[in-house]
């Protein structure tokens, strides 16, 4: 399945701020490990988005646990699971 979670932040930007650095290298680790193939803002800034590569519900569950952001009480997601069936060319 592949996991698509958006986030909702949940306090004032100057306070996401404090966590972001953990944040971006919480994301960094998490693409080189091969578990996340996209991740950005939203384009209103009301939260991000992540995009796993084909993973079990446990495992996205465990990413999300790792997230600073959540860790942090900054931000809460909401998780999308599909299939994944079509997909393009070397996913």
Known sequence: M?????STYLQPSDVIEQTRPA???????EIAAGRLLLA?????GSGGVLITT?????EAQQLHDRD????AGVARY???SFNGAYRASGL
């Open 2 to 6: 592949f996991h698509v979670f958006t």
């Open 23 to 29: 944040h971006l290298k919480f994301l960094e680790a």
């Open 40 to 44: 950005g803002r939203q384009g209103d």
């Open 54 to 58: 084909d993973m079990t519900a446990e």
């Open 68 to 71: 600073p952001y959540v860790q």
């Open 78 to 80: 909401e998780r999308h």
